[in-house]
Nanobody
Framework: QVQLVESGGGLVQAGGSLRLSCAASGRTFSGYAMGWFRQAPGKTREFVAAITWSGSMTVYADSVKGRFTISRDNAKNTRFLQMNSVKPEDTAVYYC??????????????????WGQGTQVTVSS
């Protein structure tokens, strides 16, 4: 059974930091890109960041560029989203996803095959 399990969410003050993790199991994700998406209350899910299998390419939403960093440890089948200088508008449920995709498809939610259950991030002002 393929599973992506997020962890590391919680309550943080504006300006603080959080590190989200996404542990993958159930199959090999060799060649798979990994992405992070988020959904705030009353809003549709949106792209946050993505990284290719090799780590040679990363992409970010403009809203998080310069504040968030995506990384991966393929040996441990784990991906990370380091969130710095968080803002109240970063409050959302954060989801990790995996897909055999490249380039411009990295931002497209519908092209990811596997999804985690999400972890809540709440930023207080």
């Amino acid at each position: 059974q393929v599973q992506l399990v997020e962890s590391g969410g919680g309550l943080v003050q504006a300006g603080g930091s959080l590190r989200l993790s996404c542990a993958a199991s159930g199959r090999t994700f060799s060649g798979y890109a990994m992405g992070w998406f988020r959904q705030a209350p009353g809003k549709t899910r949106e792209f946050v960041a993505a990284i290719t299998w090799s780590g040679s390419m990363t992409v970010y939403a403009d809203s998080v560029k310069g504040r968030f960093t995506i990384s991966r440890d393929n040996a441990k089948n784990t991906r990370f989203l380091q969130m710095n200088s968080v803002k109240p508008e970063d409050t959302a449920v954060y989801y990790c996803a995996a897909g055999a995709i490249f380039g411009p498809l990295l931002r497209r939610e519908n092209d990811y095959e596997y999804w985690g259950q999400g972890t809540q991030v709440t930023v207080s002002s």
